[in-house]
């Protein structure tokens, strides 16, 4: 499995295409503001087939591709259910004014907690970590020991919990109980920043040592 990662957006968010180089599977993980234009050659000159778009939450800077995405690769949309009210009236729940409309994201299909996902060569179970958002999730595979976390679990911080929705005891109960448990050499794609891995937050991360 082989993972790009992208910076895109007025807040450099982290937008990610997985692929598998054998068969071509490839996913793209959350869709911020220019993620297409960023991969769409790579996509297109190494014959990637699009299974799926991955969104980890739905706060506007990691759907903002998501519908030019998915009228360019006719893939389908996967959120917690939780979460779909902001895809539904995206321009409500933007916690501050815009300068830009955002179009509504419908036929989505809902995951949920523990639910394994296969596309192709591409397997990944979700881990419902709310806090950050109510139906805030991560995406796991085990056999690779990869997690990608969205806003729930930062490089040495953690999503924020001043928002509406937010709770920081459910986002602390959900990285304590359902991240830390993983094997520490996971490594973690998050929603800004740079990489990291389970064991170095376990250790380092001043929001969540006891």
Not at 70 to 98: A, G, M, Q, S, V
Not at 130 to 144: L, Q, R, S
Not at 180 to 203: A, Q, W
Request: charged share 20%.
């Amino acid at each position: 499995m082989k993972i790009i990662k992208k910076e895109c957006g007025p807040v450099y968010t982290n937008g990610y295409l997985v692929y598998d180089e054998l068969s071509k599977d490839a996913l793209i993980i959350d869709a911020p503001q220019g993620l297409w234009d960023e991969i769409s050659f790579f996509v297109i000159n190494n014959n990637l087939n699009i299974k799926a778009l991955l969104l980890t939450h739905s706060h506007w800077d990691h759907i903002l591709d998501c519908n030019l995405i998915k009228n360019k690769t006719n893939t389908n949309i996967y959120i917690h259910p939780k979460d779909y009210y902001r895809l539904e009236e995206p321009n409500k729940h933007t916690i501050f004014p815009l300068p830009i409309n955002i179009d509504p994201v419908e036929d989505v299909i809902f995951v949920n907690d523990n639910d394994n996902l296969q596309f192709g060569n591409l397997y990944f179970n979700v881990i419902h970590t709310p806090g950050h958002t109510e139906g805030g999730v991560c995406y796991f595979n085990h056999f690779e020991n990869i997690i990608f976390t969205g806003d729930t679990l930062f490089h040495n911080s953690i999503g924020r919990t001043d928002f509406p929705g937010s709770s920081t005891d459910e986002l602390l109960n959900s990285i304590k109980k359902k991240l830390l448990i993983l094997p520490e050499n996971t490594k973690v794609y998050s929603g800004h920043g740079e990489i990291t891995s389970i064991g170095y937050e376990k250790r380092n991360n001043p929001f969540i040592i006891d």
